[in-house]
């Protein structure tokens, strides 16, 4: 089962019950650098980083689809994309960006600064959470396998039925899409219910609920988002295969059944979906707006109140999808009042960011440019939403381009731009060096320009009724003057360019950071005056994270430990008592010693790796399904039956005595 | 169980112990207990899509295969009873493995598996029986519905059966790694979950007439 990682005083032996035999049939892998460190890691920092690049490269991809898309639509009747290639261009490029893109990058920075923003050693199931990402991977790659067997999925990423049944798209594509998402979510859900636990039972002493930094706060509620929302889609997801590979009529109009039943699955999973996304960036920027205005987070109980709020509000909203489809007055109306009314807790955060900066002293960094070109973008996205709410507003606009301008302002806007933000942000703890400023700049306002030129005319192409998902347009209907569709559609693709360009530059700036002849210097301890629990330590951080177990008192807990206050009664004086190295100097100098993390075991990956198995056995051959399920049975007893740390006869050479990690000095 | 109990004891200063770091920052609830009341959570709503999937089609079907006609009542009656008697010989074994009565607390876990086992095997009578009688899962969509959900029941109880099994085994070879009687109680968690999503399914399926 799983390890409780945090270290209580007096229960420091190893958590091994059976310490004699080793159970593989293998040597544990208990390697901590090279290849075999990474693929058998259970160290969360470890796999927040695979998260990361995994979810880069899939960004890469779902861009490359997107610009195949935006090339298609630049001219009249274009000739780039089939009907049936463009339908699958824009089905997988959605899906890539929501499922292989922004919500492993949420895991990414979920798993790497939730453990150090609340004192941890570890999540709480490092195992687990190694699998987590093992599931993501292989789910993301059987998808994208769909594109060299027969072709993707092509029914959007909604995949509304009964377009999504086999006599209107037979190949295997959707049976790709629906699997592999099954496999996702399994990486989502054990991914939530570790990070859940994590937070509520693993943070420092002192660190209660209103002390724990905002963005493990967002992260937090996101998690249960997440528990309570993939189970949904799994029961749709379910259905469509059976419907799909086993006959069954739930979608099947002429066998009587509702299509609407899809609608309502997937969007009861979809709009709790679109928080998923984008809340984690809201944690991202209101780390980042308070660092870089050198103020705390103004009303950091309404933002944390009003996160959860939009949890909740969250789950009432979903028809609001749907309104289109002849829902009936009384539930239009109940769906159009709920969606205003989320309004609000996101108008609330909005207005915290804003005051978060008044008064305070600005620095311009990329990180907080981002993160003000979030509140902007999001604004602007936010304010087509509340068009969307008013019914028979949105009744004119669906299906139309205006909703997908909506949607990019809101998830690139918000979700990609906070994203980035916490990339700048945070690069030099995770790296240890820092990402060019220079070329970051010109990242940051290529991405606005073409941001703003690519989804900015779709406003207008939309509320001039360009539908949504035609592979062509023509010149004979594109309209005169201002409102010219060729004009805007042009526009928008040079736009899209713009800012593919402008996310090339981060790979750029990210690959000369660290190598070349303009390789950064190793970044300052504390290079931002940051005011979270994950500067106090080194940069990258040690493999145990803290040398101890750090005491909290405040919120901010690390710029409180740096400043002390010397004002008199309602004012305040901040003073710098210490440094970021001076303080990590107390941490080393005082440092717990019989630290023991769990070792690294190769169950995890193996279990992940089955799932594909069974699910190619779903769509070509039964008899896969079987050798599927063999291994992974035997991976799960194999990992029930695994003590927490390897013995000490695994290493090589063997260690005497401890079961304890050799701790490398600098990760 | 004994750290727990430490914690719980502390848990509650939280208001009034307001001295910096004094605050319980953990629930004293293990981990492991956490997760799997979470997962149930989870569990809640997997099966709250499969219902309504139910509730919504149970009326569709063209033939005389409808509920009302392939419903054996009794028979169901009897093994939901089964599996209901299995909920209570889980706690027994659950209260055994408290008191750290190995011997005994496999006995209640090998029992609480046959009885599982017995309402699984009188699910497959029962399919069958449906089957014969020309009530295949594609024959309507109410059939469709009600194998897929009772079918995610069945694989739930049958997962559970080999849990029990799989902790028996593991006990017997001294094989638990950590505490052994929390295992026996996260099994019993799950297992009682199933136990009472089936009496939703029973009443909500088989006594309301359609």
Partial sequence: ?667 | MADTAVHTAAGHDDHHDDHHGGHYTSTGLSNNKLAMWLFLGSECLLFGGLISTYMLYRGRHTSNLGPDQVWDIPFTSASSFVLLMSSLTMVLAVTAAKRHDDRTTNVWLSITAILGSLFVAGQVYEFTTFYREGLGFTTSLFSSSFYTLTGFHGVHVTVGVILLLSVVGMIIRNRIPGDKAEVVELVGLYWHFVDIVWILIFTLVYLIPA
């Fill in chain 1, 1 to 667: 089962m799983a390890l409780i990682e945090r270290p209580r005083t007096g229960d420091l032996t190893p958590a091994v019950a059976t310490p004699e035999a080793t159970y593989g049939a293998f040597r544990r892998p208990v390697e901590s650098t090279g290849w075999k460190s990474w693929l058998f890691t259970i160290d969360h920092k470890k796999i927040g980083i695979m998260y990361g690049v995994t979810a880069m490269f899939f960004f890469l991809v779902g861009g490359l689809e997107a610009l195949l898309i935006r090339a298609q639509l630049a001219g009249p009747n274009g000739t780039i994309l089939s009907a049936d290639k463009y339908n699958q261009m824009f089905t997988m490029h959605a899906t890539t960006m929501v499922f292989l893109f922004v919500m492993p990058m949420a895991a990414a920075f979920g798993n790497y600064f939730v453990p150090l923003q609340i004192g941890a050693r570890d999540v709480a199931f490092p195992r687990i959470n190694a699998f987590s990402f093992w599931c993501f991977l292989a789910g993301a790659i059987f998808i994208n396998t769909s594109w060299l067997l027969g072709g993707a999925a092509d029914g959007g990423w909604f995949m509304y039925a009964p377009n999504s049944s086999v006599p209107f798209s037979p190949t295997n594509g959707i049976d790709f899409w629906g699997l592999g998402l099954q496999i996702t979510g399994i990486a989502s859900l054990t991914g939530a219910i570790n990070l859940i636990v994590t937070v509520i039972n693993m943070r420092a002493p002192g660190m209660t609920f209103m002390k724990m930094p905002i963005f493990t706060w967002m992260i937090f509620v996101v998690q249960f988002l997440l528990v309570f929302a993939i189970p949904v889609i799994t029961v749709a997801l379910f259905l469509l295969m059976f419907q799909r590979s086993f006959d069954a009529t739930f979608f099947s109009v002429e066998a009587g059944a509702d299509p609407l039943l899809w609608q309502h699955l997937f969007w009861i999973f979809g709009h709790p979906e679109v928080y998923i996304l984008v809340l984690p960036s809201f944690g991202i920027v209101s780390e980042v707006l308070p660092v870089f205005s050198k103020k705390p987070l103004f009303g950091y109980p309404l933002v944390v109140f009003s996160g959860a709020a939009i949890g909740f509000v969250g789950w009432g909203v979903w028809a609001h999808h749907m309104f289109a489809s002849g829902l009936g007055p009384i539930s239009v109306a109940v769906f159009s009042v709920a969606t205003m009314a989320i309004a609000i807790p996101t108008g609330v955060k909005i207005v915290n960011w804003v005051m978060t900066m008044w008064g305070g002293k600005l620095r311009y960094t990329v990180a907080m440019l981002f993160a003000i070109g979030l509140i902007v973008q999001f604004t602007i996205g936010g304010l087509s939403g509340v068009t969307h709410a008013v019914a028979p507003s949105d009744t004119q606009q669906t299906d139309t381009y205006y909703i997908v301008a909506h949607f990019h302002y809101v998830l690139f806007g918000g979700a990609i731009l906070g994203i980035f933000a916490g990339l700048y942000y945070w690069w030099p703890k995770m790296f240890g060096r820092m990402l060019s400023e220079k070329i970051g700049m010109w990242n940051f306002w290529l991405m606005i320009i073409g941001l703003n030129m690519a989804f900015g005319p779709m406003h207008i192409i939309g509320l001039q009724g360009q539908p949504r998902r035609m592979y062509v347009w023509t010149e004979a209907r594109a309209g005169e003057g201002f409102f010219n569709l060729g004009f805007w559609n042009l526009i928008s693709s040079i736009g899209a360019f713009v800012l593919g360009f402008g996310v090339l530059l981060f790979f750029y700036n990210a690959w000369r950071t660290h190598f070349g002849k303009h390789k950064a210097p190793p970044a300052p301890l504390d290079p931002w005056d940051a005011r979270s629990l994950e500067w106090l330590t080194t940069s990258p951080p040690k493999e145990v994270n803290f040398d101890r177990t750090p005491v909290v008192s405040h919120l901010d807990e690390f710029f409180h430990r740096k400043y002390e206050d010397r004002g008199e009664g309602d004012r305040h004086d901040f003073v710098q008592v210490a440094t970021a190295e001076e303080l990590l100097a107390i941490e080393e100098a005082n440092a717990d010693a019989d630290i023991h993390l769990p070792s690294p075991s190769f169950w995890p990956i193996l279990l992940a790796f089955s799932l594909p198995i069974m699910a190619y056995g779903v769509i070509y051959n039964i008899i896969m399904i079987a050798v599927g399920a063999g291994i992974a049975l035997l991976a799960m007893y194999g990992w029930a039956l695994e003590p927490a740390t390897a013995p000490a006869s695994d290493y090589d050479p063997p260690e005497d005595g401890g079961t304890d990690l050799e701790l490398a000095t600098n990760g």
